[in-house]
């Protein structure tokens, strides 16, 4: 499974970023798609994921300012990022997940937010 994210950068506190992320290849169905990070000496965590019925997840720390949303048929998955923080700071990870349980991670791709 291939998973091609797009869209971080560096954005000034209060700012606005959209990831994207399309997810290709996968012998089987997708469950789930969603987004992880991981900041500078922190453990990767869980930032919001979607399932293929349009169930949602967030992290507390983003659930207000942050938006997941995703096509199943197209296999690609966005996440609004809005109000950012400069503790939004991280590499964010795309993943995929299949109906067989079999995660996929994405390249990863850097947020900054300035203070």
């Known amino acids: 499974v291939q998973l091609q994210a797009s869209g971080g950068g560096l954005v000034q506190s209060g700012g606005s970023l959209r990831l994207s992320c399309v997810s290709s290849?996968?012998?089987?169905?997708?469950?789930?798609m969603g987004w992880y990070r991981q900041a500078p000496g922190k453990q990767r965590e869980l930032v919001a994921r979607i399932t293929t019925g349009g169930v949602t997840d967030y992290a507390d720390s983003v659930r207000s300012r942050f938006t997941i949303s995703g096509d199943s048929a197209k296999n690609t998955v966005s996440l609004q990022m809005n109000s950012l923080k400069p503790e939004d700071t991280a590499v964010y990870f795309c993943y995929a997940r299949n109906l067989i349980g079999v995660p996929s991670w994405g390249q990863g791709t850097l947020v900054t937010v300035s203070s």
């Open positions: 290849g996968s012998a089987y169905s997708l469950n789930s």
